[in-house]
T-cell receptor
Framework: QVQLVQSGAEVKRPGSSVKVSCKAD????????INWVRQAPGQGLEWMGR????????NFTQKFQGRVTINADRSTNTAYMELRGLRSEDTGVYYC???????????WGQGTLITVSS | DIQMTQSPSSLSASVGDRVTITCRAS??????LAWYQQKPGKVPKLLIY???TLQSGVPSRFSGSGSGTYFTLTISSLQPEDVATYYC?????????FGGGTKVEIK
């Protein structure tokens, strides 16, 4: 079965950017979406956006529109999420997760801790 | 955007109790709702999709119901391993918002 393997933790300065990768090991993206979910320390889950690699369509929640880019390389089964203009409140764990029909995120990456600090 | 509101935000119940968590959508979403369980320090796990369909491998004490704007997740007999935070998520249209979560503890 597919495993989603994310890149490692990073510490970033305010105002910088971060790019997190998510590789599908043991499978392909096929027709599924890859979603990005954020969890701030001690807080709930927040859906950021998604890409449907087979048709290269992306959707975002308005909060992150203009500050986040999501893309995917189908040849390596790797998705990427870049967040720009980092601020302290962006600190948290970022997850990628596979979306399936009719709705649900069935496989999740292990999470990537991004710490934004001066 | 459609907002998802869970209640209660936390609850404490005894082993063997029946536990019900509610998720309300600010507009109708048919049955496009999923439920997740997140244990402390762990990755979220899909429990239920399409409001009432149990994901493979999930114990049958978990069940979901509802349609439109009102949904419930029920644990028929609470077990110690069910201590976790539970989230609902809408899937009818983007953005795919989560509810705020319900933390379940053992009394």
């Amino acid at each position: 079965q597919v495993q989603l393997v994310q890149s490692g933790a990073e510490v970033k300065r305010p105002g910088s950017s971060v790019k997190v990768s998510c590789k599908a090991d043991g499978g392909t993206f096929s027709g599924h979406s890859i979603n990005w979910v954020r969890q701030a320390p001690g807080q709930g889950l927040e859906w950021m956006g998604r890409i449907i690699p087979i048709i290269s369509v992306t959707n975002f929640t308005q909060k992150f529109q203009g500050r986040v880019t999501i893309n995917a390389d189908r040849s390596t089964n790797t998705a990427y999420m870049e967040l720009r203009g980092l601020r302290s409140e962006d600190t948290g764990v970022y997850y990628c997760a596979r979306g399936v029909s009719p709705g649900g995120l069935d496989f999740w990456g292990q999470g990537t801790l991004i710490t934004v600090s001066s | 955007d459609i907002q998802m509101t869970q209640s209660p935000s936390s609850l404490s119940a005894s082993v063997g109790d029946r536990v019900t968590i509610t998720c309300r959508a600010s507009q109708g979403i048919d049955n496009y709702l999923a439920w997740y369980q997140q244990k402390p320090g762990k990755v979220p796990k899909l429990l239920i999709y399409a409001a009432s369909t149990l994901q493979s491998g999930v114990p049958s004490r978990f069940s979901g119901s509802g349609s439109g704007t009102y949904f419930t997740l029920t644990i028929s007999s609470l077990q110690p391993e069910d201590v976790a935070t539970y989230y609902c998520q809408k899937f009818n249209s983007v953005p795919l918002a989560f509810g705020g979560g319900t933390k379940v503890e053992i009394k």
